[in-house]
């Protein structure tokens, strides 16, 4: 039976950015906004990049040079939006591929001159199959979470 699509997840956060800066920011220094407890790794994590290209990876490495996929860039289009394959098991592992990865949608919208609403939607829930909606119970709750309320502050 196939598993049924589940609602979306999303959350939001105003920063005080132009799209542009905030887009850098994301992008460019996701170490200092990604949750320490967010790691695929089995060792430290001392890093975490975006290849800046549609196909590129985002990844995360440690000391020791290991590196882990957290997915795919699936659109690159700075700096409006950006969209990946999240690559996490329902039992919170990585997926070595797509196939059972889920979605997330990052959207830079101007609120003024000086601020920027940042959208982050995991989409595509289902994909996770059987434990697809222990990960959407994991992920709903109030706006904007733990990973936006980090990248928040640092504006």
Known sequence: MPVQPLPDVRKSVVVAATPEKAFQVFTERP???WPDHH???KTARVGLAFEPVVGGRY????AEGRQQDWGRVLTWEPPHR???TWRISPTWQPLDDDEFASEIEVEFTPVD???TRVELA???LHQHGEGAERIHQALQGPSPGD???RFGRLF
């Open 122 to 124: 995991h989409v595509k």
């Open 39 to 41: 790691v695929l790794l």
């Open 113 to 115: 001159a000086h601020h």
């Open 59 to 62: 990844y995360e490495w440690d």
């Open 82 to 84: 950006l969209a990946m």
């Open 31 to 33: 170490s200092d906004w």
């Open 147 to 149: 990973t936006l309320e």
